[in-house]
């Protein structure tokens, strides 16, 4: 449910914000400490806050999961100093941590939505307003790391095929591509979540969109042209308690997509009940989830290498 696998060695110079790796915090939720984090809600535009929070939250665990923003090895490159693309970058997340790590580094978000921060950010990073669908408005070989994130749930396979297709004209080459996204394995034995579920299944459906195939997307990758071997890792997380602090934070990553204004309308029009039972729904999920151990999130990352 969208909008970064070695152990990689950083920069001492850490932001605030920044939630070293290795550590979770002791609640619910990585908190993003941040004495401008107030501020910087107000430079976002007038979107769903609930979502935003999601995003940060979801981008946070990736990164304690696989120990890093990144897998691919571009980490000389960042170190000292090259060009990152992240297309639909959301709240710019990913982005403002690697910029603030990065200093000799020059990074670029890109995103149809305007929520990302307009004011309170590094200078080396800049976000634009734009359509990928429009094609990057970037010239070919132009980047030497391009990442996409969290797509799943809004791409059909054309719209994929073309996505990756100008990733990998903007990208230089020797310049690596990566794609992180989840993929969800929901079963009965937590009956709420599943009928939410397939309900989300179902509307995806609708808009040409299989949120089951990214479990394909090596594949789709591996059909392009200009591209090395496709790598891949995969890290799975019981959701609810049985999968420990990172199934708490999922349980929550859930929880605030389904809390959004469209997941309510969507998703309760989609199972055939109101607005304000779906909501009892959602509500009920921790509860559902507390005997969980078999409905799974698989975080799935795939990274490569542009060779000419």
């Known amino acids: 449910m969208g909008n970064s696998n070695s152990c990689l060695k950083s920069r001492e110079t850490r932001s605030k914000s920044q939630l070293v790796p290795n550590q979770l915090s002791e609640g619910v939720s990585p908190e993003v400490v941040n004495e401008e984090e107030q501020e910087l809600a107000y430079y976002l535009s007038n979107n769903d806050l609930n979502d935003i929070d999601r995003q ?73 307003e734009a359509d990928i669908f429009d094609g990057l408005p970037f010239r070919d070989n132009e980047f030497d790391f391009t990442h996409i994130e969290s797509m799943v749930n809004i791409l059909t396979t054309e719209q994929w095929n073309f996505t990756l297709s100008e990733l990998i004209r903007v990208t230089k080459p020797g310049g690596y591509i990566e794609i992180t996204d989840l993929y969800l394995n929901i079963d009965k034995s937590s009956p709420n979540f599943y009928t939410i579920y397939k309900g989300f299944y179902k509307s995806c459906l609708k808009r040409n969109v299989n949120i089951r195939s990214i479990i394909h997307l090596n594949s789709i990758l591996e059909s392009h042209q200009n591209i090395g071997v496709v790598h891949h890792d995969e890290k799975i997380v019981t959701f609810g308690p049985h999968g420990g602090k990172p199934g708490l934070v999922y349980q929550e990553v859930v929880i605030l997509f389904l809390t959004t204004n469209r997941a309510i309308k969507d998703l309760s029009a989609e199972i055939g009940i109101s607005e304000e039972k779906f909501k009892e729904i959602v509500e009920s999920l921790k509860e559902d989830l507390k005997e969980n151990k078999t409905s799974k999130g698989h975080v799935l990352r795939f990274w490569t290498q542009k060779i000419c």
């Open 56 to 128: 940060h939250m979801h981008n946070f665990i990736i990164k304690y999961l696989f120990q890093g923003n990144f897998s691919a090895p571009v980490e000389e490159k960042l170190t000292l100093g090259c060009k990152v693309l992240d297309v639909a970058c959301g709240p710019g997340t990913w982005l403002l941590d690697l910029a603030t790590i990065y200093d000799k580094s020059n990074f670029f978000g890109l995103d149809i939505k305007p929520v990302f921060p307009k004011e309170i950010k590094p200078c080396n990073l800049e976000f634009i």
